[in-house]
């Protein structure tokens, strides 16, 4: 699943804004398949509304984070 909002993962934590990551938990529950979410790489100091760190092992769905040009592209 191809996400918008920026997230990084550092020291097996992964940073991402705290409604998706809720939203993210239910939907896993819910559906009970294997799932994937990429998002763009959260660059250090950017701004993020209401953000949490949960440990990597933690999550019930995997994730990517790659790298883009500030409008969002692959380089």
Do not use: C
């Amino acid at each position: 699943m191809l996400y918008s909002n920026p997230a990084r993962i550092d020291n097996h934590l992964f940073k991402v804004d705290r409604k998706f990551h809720v939203g993210m938990q239910t939907y896993a529950e819910q559906i009970q398949v294997p799932l994937t979410t990429v998002h763009p790489e959260m660059v250090p100091g950017q701004p993020i509304r209401g953000p949490i760190e949960v440990p990597y092992s933690e999550l019930p769905y995997r994730v990517l984070s790659v790298k883009t040009d500030p409008a969002w592209r692959l380089p």
